[in-house]
């Protein structure tokens, strides 16, 4: 009697082992959401027509309503209209900008020739797994060339 007991015993908690592993499993595998990190996807379209020789080197951008990048800024190359911006979604938010620019250390007044943006803000929200377009249209700008 003493025997058939200890077998129940072991066998209940065999069962209830062998159940708790496969129910912690399938909450591993079938949720990827919790395991992969959201992203969104910026689409950025420079809309150039002239091919013109550009003395600087410009950033095309994605930045949040305080001027942070949400992705790392690219170099605009001269014939590549398209330009895509992954953002790892941290704290979700409701204003993107897309903007071609200058970097910070460049003096604009020593080329002769510049490139002028209107920066393209968009409102939220941005959905994670969605892609976002935007469309930049730059124009030519005749400046001085510093004397200094």
Do not use: W
């Not at 015993?9 to 065999?14: G, Y």
């Not at 027509?49 to 305080?66: E, I, Q, R, T, W």
């Not at 510049?114 to 959905?127: D, Q, R, V």
């Amino acid at each position: 009697m003493k025997t058939k007991n200890i077998i129940q015993v072991l066998t209940l908690a065999l069962i209830f082992t062998t159940v708790t592993v496969v129910n912690a499993k399938d909450r591993m595998t079938n949720q990827p959401s919790l395991m992969k990190k959201a992203t969104i996807r910026h689409e950025v379209t420079v809309h150039l027509s002239v091919g013109f020789l550009l003395c600087h080197n410009y950033l095309v951008k994605v930045s949040d309503a305080n001027g942070r990048p949400v992705a790392t800024p690219q170099v605009f190359i001269p014939g590549k209209s398209k330009y895509v911006f992954v953002e790892h979604v941290t704290v979700p938010s409701n204003i993107r900008i897309a903007s071609l620019s200058l970097p910070d250390n460049v003096d604009p007044y020593f080329c002769p020739n510049s490139l002028k943006t209107k920066s393209e803000p968009m409102m939220g929200p941005f959905i994670p797994g969605r892609t976002y377009s935007f469309d930049l249209y730059p124009i030519i700008e005749k400046g001085a060339i510093n004397e200094n």
